[in-house]
C-alpha cells in the first residue's frame, strides 16, 4: 500500500502503548482530515517520504491554557511543537462567537474553548457586554462590581449563561476566582455542581493560599479540593507553579490526599518564574504585593518595558491602563532554590505542560494577522514561544527531571486525558498510532531549545524539524508554511 506521506526512520514515542522505537509512520489524508495509517518496524512505501532518522516523532503537543486567540501567536506555539491550544483557565463567552471568529479568520492550529465564570459575572454584576474574546475581561479586570457579592439570583443568572455555552459546546468551564479573591466559597462550588451535572470539568485559577492571606474567604487550594469532594466535579488546578510559588509542596500534598480519597483534581504548569497578567488583577494591588515577596519593581508594563518605579507609578497605570499586560516578576530564575521550585511543579505526577500564552501585542506597527515574521515591535510573555522547547531543553536534556518519553507523555496524552471525558475527539489526539489525528511532531532531543527571552520576547524555539497539524505539514524543515491554517475546531460533546 502506498501512503500519502510516510515518515522515515524515526523515534517513534507513543505515551499510550510505551512504544519508543525506531520506525515508520505513515499518514492518509481524506477530505475530512488525516489519520495515522500505520507505524511499523519495516519500511513503508509513500508518495511523499520525509526522512527523519536521528529524530524524535512524537504526538502533537496539546496546551491546555493558551490565550493566543489569534493567528500571530498560534504560530509561535506550533513553532514551539503545539498543534492543538486551548482557552481552558479563563475561557470566553459566549463560546459561539469565539468558535465563529476562529473558523473564519482560520487557525494554524486545532482550537477549542471553555465558558467563562469571569464574563458571565461582569454581564450580569456590571452590565458589560460579552463578545466571546479574552479581552472582554482582561479589559474590564479593574471593574469594582464585578468582584462583589452575588445575590442567589444572580448566581442563578450566572449559572444560566454558562450552561447554555456547554450545550454550545464549551469544554467546561473556566474559573479565575483569583481575580475576584472575596467571592462566596458557595458560588465557586455552585458552579462547581454545574460542571459536575454536566459532567464538565472546570479549569481554575485559585484565590489566595492561606499563607498569603490570613484573612481569606477559603485557602486557594482546600477550595479546589472541597469542590471536587462535595460535588464530584473534575477541578483542574491551572498554573500551580504561579498560584503556590514556595508553597508548592503544601499543596501538592493536598492535591495528593484528596486523589487518594477519590477526587479527579488534575494539574498543569510551566517552567518560568515570571507570570503575567492584566495590570488591573486585585492581587497586583500594591498594598498586596507583599504577599507574594515582591514590590512594585516587579511588575513591568509590557508595551513599555517599564518596571514600575514605586506604588504611586502602579496605582496611576492601574486606574488609567486597566486593560495593559504587566509582566510580574515572581520567582528569580537565576535562584537555584527558585529554579527547584519550578522542577517540582513540573514533575509533580500527571502534571501537564501548559503554557499560558498569550498573543503578542504590536506596539506600534498597524496589525496584520498573517504578517511574518513577526515585527519587532511585537512582544508578549517568552512562555508563548518557548514552554514546550524549555521543558525538553531543561527538565529533559540540562537536568534529567524528566525522561524524554514523560516528557512527550505531560505534553500530549496527559492533556488530552485531562480534556477526552468532555470532547471524544480528544481520544484520538495526544497518540500516535494507527487511528489517531495526524498531529505530529519531529524534533531534533539533542538541540531543540526555547530562543524567547525577556528581552527577545517572540523569538520561535528551534530544533522542531516538521510540524503537522491534521496531516498538513504547518512547519517544514524548520521554517513556517505562512499559507498552512488547517487548524480545526474542538469542541465538547463531539469532534
Given at each position: 500500500?502506498?501512503?500519502?506521506?510516510?515518515?522515515?526512520?524515526?523515534?517513534?514515542?507513543?505515551?499510550?502503548?510505551?512504544?519508543?522505537?525506531?520506525?515508520?509512520?505513515?499518514?492518509?489524508?481524506?477530505?475530512?482530515?488525516?489519520?495515522?495509517?500505520?507505524?511499523?518496524?519495516?519500511?513503508?512505501?509513500?508518495?511523499?517520504?520525509?526522512?527523519?532518522?536521528?529524530?524524535?516523532?512524537?504526538?502533537?503537543?496539546?496546551?491546555?491554557?493558551?490565550?493566543?486567540?489569534?493567528?500571530?501567536?498560534?504560530?509561535?506555539?506550533?513553532?514551539?511543537?503545539?498543534?492543538?491550544?486551548?482557552?481552558?483557565?479563563?475561557?470566553?463567552?459566549?463560546?459561539?462567537?469565539?468558535?465563529?471568529?476562529a473558523a473564519a479568520e482560520g487557525r494554524p492550529i486545532n482550537y477549542g474553548f471553555s465558558t467563562c465564570w469571569a464574563a458571565a459575572r461582569l454581564n450580569v454584576l456590571a452590565g458589560v457586554p460579552t463578545t466571546g474574546s479574552a479581552h472582554d475581561v482582561i479589559g474590564n479586570m479593574g471593574v469594582p462590581e464585578?468582584?462583589?457579592?452575588?445575590?442567589?439570583?444572580?448566581?442563578?443568572?450566572?449559572?444560566?449563561?454558562?450552561?447554555?455555552?456547554?450545550?454550545?459546546?464549551?469544554?467546561?468551564?473556566?474559573?479565575?476566582?483569583?481575580?475576584?479573591?472575596?467571592?462566596?466559597?458557595?458560588?465557586?462550588?455552585?458552579?462547581?455542581?454545574?460542571a459536575a451535572r454536566h459532567g464538565m470539568p472546570t479549569y481554575t485559577h485559585a484565590r489566595e493560599l492561606v499563607e498569603q492571606d490570613p484573612d481569606t474567604p477559603i485557602d486557594g487550594a482546600e477550595e479546589i479540593v472541597r469542590a471536587a469532594g462535595e460535588t464530584g466535579a473534575h477541578m483542574h488546578y491551572c498554573?500551580?507553579?504561579?498560584?503556590?510559588?514556595?508553597?508548592?509542596?503544601?499543596?501538592?500534598?493536598l492535591v495528593e490526599r484528596a486523589r487518594a480519597n477519590g477526587a479527579t483534581i488534575t494539574t498543569e504548569a510551566y517552567p518560568y518564574g515570571t507570570g503575567m497578567t492584566g495590570i488591573g488583577a486585585a492581587f497586583l494591588a500594591p498594598e498586596l504585593l507583599h504577599r507574594r515577596d515582591i514590590g512594585p519593581s516587579?511588575?513591568?508594563?509590557?508595551?513599555?518595558?517599564?518596571?514600575?518605579?514605586?506604588?504611586?507609578?502602579?496605582?496611576?497605570?492601574?486606574?488609567?491602563?486597566?486593560?495593559?499586560?504587566?509582566?510580574?516578576?515572581?520567582?528569580?530564575?537565576?535562584?537555584?532554590?527558585?529554579?527547584?521550585?519550578?522542577?517540582?511543579?513540573?514533575?509533580?505526577?500527571?502534571?501537564?505542560?501548559?503554557?499560558?500564552?498569550?498573543?503578542?501585542?504590536?506596539?506600534?506597527?498597524?496589525?496584520?494577522?498573517?504578517?511574518?515574521?513577526?515585527?519587532?515591535?511585537?512582544?508578549?510573555?517568552?512562555?508563548?514561544?518557548?514552554?514546550?522547547?524549555?521543558?525538553?531543553?531543561?527538565?529533559?536534556?540540562?537536568?534529567?527531571?524528566?525522561?524524554?518519553?514523560?516528557?512527550?507523555?505531560?505534553?500530549?496524552?496527559?492533556?488530552?486525558?485531562?480534556?477526552?471525558?468532555?470532547?471524544?475527539?480528544?481520544?484520538?489526539?495526544?497518540?500516535?498510532?494507527?487511528?489517531?489525528?495526524?498531529?505530529?511532531?519531529?524534533?531534533?532531543?539533542?538541540?531543540?531549545?526555547?530562543?524567547?527571552?525577556?528581552?527577545?520576547?517572540?523569538?520561535?524555539?528551534?530544533?522542531?524539524?516538521?510540524?503537522?497539524?491534521?496531516?498538513?505539514?504547518?512547519?517544514?524543515?524548520?521554517?513556517?508554511?505562512?499559507?498552512?491554517?488547517?487548524?480545526?475546531?474542538?469542541?465538547?460533546?463531539?469532534?
Open positions: 500500500m502506498t501512503h500519502d506521506l510516510v515518515l522515515r526512520g524515526g523515534r517513534v514515542i507513543d505515551p499510550e502503548s510505551g512504544t519508543d522505537a525506531v520506525r515508520d509512520v505513515a499518514i492518509d489524508r481524506t477530505a475530512d482530515g488525516a489519520t495515522v495509517a500505520a507505524v511499523s518496524a519495516d519500511e513503508l512505501d509513500g508518495r511523499e517520504v520525509l526522512d527523519v532518522r536521528g529524530l524524535v516523532v512524537a504526538p502533537g503537543f496539546i496546551d491546555l491554557h493558551s490565550h493566543c486567540d489569534d493567528i500571530p501567536g498560534q504560530r509561535l506555539q506550533v513553532l514551539d511543537g503545539v498543534t492543538t491550544a486551548f482557552e481552558l483557565e479563563a475561557g470566553v463567552h459566549p463560546v459561539g462567537a469565539a468558535y465563529a471568529r464585578w468582584q462583589r457579592e452575588a445575590s442567589r439570583e444572580q448566581v442563578e443568572r450566572m449559572l444560566a449563561l454558562l450552561e447554555a455555552d456547554l450545550a454550545e459546546g464549551a469544554l467546561g468551564i473556566g474559573i479565575l476566582v483569583g481575580y475576584a479573591p472575596r467571592v462566596a466559597p458557595d458560588e465557586y462550588v455552585a458552579v462547581a455542581g454545574l498554573h500551580v507553579n504561579s498560584t503556590s510559588l514556595r508553597h508548592v509542596d503544601r499543596v501538592h500534598a516587579a511588575i513591568q508594563h509590557l508595551a513599555t518595558g517599564r518596571r514600575m518605579a514605586d506604588e504611586a507609578e502602579l496605582r496611576r497605570m492601574r486606574s488609567t491602563n486597566e486593560g495593559d499586560w504587566v509582566l510580574v516578576h515572581l520567582l528569580d530564575e537565576s535562584d537555584p532554590s527558585a529554579r527547584a521550585v519550578l522542577q517540582r511543579a513540573l514533575v509533580f505526577p500527571d502534571t501537564a505542560v501548559a503554557s499560558d500564552a498569550a498573543s503578542p501585542i504590536w506596539r506600534t506597527t498597524p496589525f496584520d494577522p498573517m504578517r511574518w515574521p513577526l515585527p519587532p515591535d511585537a512582544v508578549t510573555h517568552p512562555r508563548t514561544a518557548g514552554t514546550f522547547a524549555r521543558t525538553l531543553r531543561v527538565l529533559v536534556r540540562e537536568t534529567g527531571a524528566l525522561s524524554l518519553p514523560e516528557a512527550v507523555r505531560r505534553a500530549s496524552l496527559v492533556p488530552a486525558q485531562i480534556v477526552a471525558a468532555v470532547a471524544p475527539a480528544m481520544a484520538r489526539k495526544g497518540r500516535l498510532r494507527p487511528g489517531a489525528d495526524a498531529d505530529v511532531v519531529v524534533f531534533d532531543p539533542d538541540t531543540v531549545a526555547d530562543q524567547a527571552t525577556y528581552t527577545d520576547t517572540t523569538r520561535p524555539s528551534t530544533g522542531f524539524r516538521h510540524v503537522l497539524v491534521n496531516g498538513r505539514t504547518v512547519v517544514r524543515d524548520g521554517e513556517l508554511d505562512v499559507t498552512a491554517l488547517p487548524g480545526r475546531p474542538v469542541r465538547g460533546g463531539g469532534s
